[in-house]
């Protein structure tokens, strides 16, 4: 489990301004700070990954750099998950990308997902990174995952979250042991309609408008 702001950076301002019922008046300040999140994130997974050396030329001598061995493969749920994945894809820029479309099913007493779209690249032997910026039960992500199995199986699973409830965390790191959690803060509970306590409200309306 990493958390990213356990100790104080500039994520902790980021983070700070996506609860802010005032900035979140600003929805693209809002995206930006997603987008943000997602870059020290990738960033600090980036240092977890595989590299090759290799011979650069310069202008003036020959050196040696390390390159990643290959782009890990970028997965997120539509359509809150969209500025967060951008702020992956900023960093990781040559890699492939996954999407899924999935939603909670309302007023059932138990959370029930649907997941209606999902489109990917091969998976097998690859570093899979699923980011979605809300992991409240963890079922979404759970299912979401098992869903892309279909395509293959990672050598390497990371699964990143801007909020986490510690019910949600447990459920995932149950549910999918191999995957490696990366959060920027673990909030208080869930309530009882399994929402995020602060929490920071629907990361889908506040970046693109409400919905009917």
Same mark, same amino acid.
């Given at each position: 489990?990493?958390?990213?702001?356990?100790?104080?950076? @500039?994520?902790?301002? %980021?983070?700070?301004?996506?609860?802010?019922?005032?900035?979140?008046? &600003?929805?693209?300040?809002?995206?930006?700070?997603?987008?943000?999140?997602?870059?020290?994130? $990738? *960033?600090?997974?980036?240092?977890?990954?595989?590299?090759?050396?290799?011979? @650069?030329?310069?202008?003036?001598?020959?050196?040696?750099?390390? #390159?990643?061995?290959?782009?890990?493969?970028? $997965?997120?749920? #539509?359509?809150?998950?969209?500025?967060?994945?951008?702020? %992956?894809?900023?960093?990781?820029?040559?890699?492939?990308?996954? %999407?899924?479309? $999935?939603?909670r @099913? !309302?007023?059932?007493?138990?959370?029930?997902?649907?997941?209606?779209?999902?489109?990917?690249?091969?998976?097998? !032997?690859?570093?899979?990174?699923?980011?979605?910026?809300?992991?409240?039960?963890?079922?979404?992500?759970?299912?979401?995952?098992?869903?892309?199995?279909?395509?293959?199986?990672?050598?390497?699973?990371?699964?990143a979250?801007?909020?986490?409830?510690?019910?949600?965390?447990? *459920?995932?790191?149950? !549910?999918?042991?191999?995957?490696?959690?990366?959060?920027a803060?673990?909030? !208080?509970?869930?309530?009882?309609?399994?929402?995020?306590?602060?929490?920071?409200? &629907?990361?889908?309306?506040?970046? *693109?408008?409400?919905k009917?």
């Amino acid at each position: 489990m990493h958390v990213v702001c356990a100790e104080p950076s @500039i994520a902790n301002h %980021f983070l700070a301004e996506l609860r802010d019922k005032e900035v979140q008046k &600003d929805s693209l300040r809002f995206r930006r700070n997603l987008q943000r999140l997602g870059e020290i994130i $990738a *960033y600090r997974i980036s240092a977890h990954l595989s590299y090759t050396d290799k011979v @650069i030329q310069t202008p003036l001598a020959e050196t040696t750099g390390k #390159l990643l061995h290959d782009f890990p493969i970028l $997965a997120t749920v #539509l359509r809150a998950g969209l500025p967060f994945h951008q702020g %992956f894809l900023n960093y990781f820029d040559q890699s492939p990308s996954a %999407f899924v479309a $999935a939603y909670r @099913i !309302e007023g059932t007493a138990q959370v029930q997902v649907q997941v209606d779209y999902l489109s990917a690249p091969s998976l097998d !032997e690859r570093v899979l990174i699923l980011v979605d910026p809300m992991l409240a039960s963890g079922k979404s992500l759970v299912q979401t995952y098992r869903a892309m199995l279909r395509f293959g199986m990672p050598r390497q699973v990371h699964i990143a979250a801007v909020i986490a409830s510690p019910e949600g965390l447990a *459920y995932v790191a149950r !549910e999918i042991p191999e995957a490696n959690l990366w959060v920027a803060a673990i909030d !208080e509970r869930l309530n009882e309609q399994a929402y995020i306590i602060p929490g920071l409200g &629907d990361a889908g309306d506040l970046s *693109y408008g409400s919905k009917l």
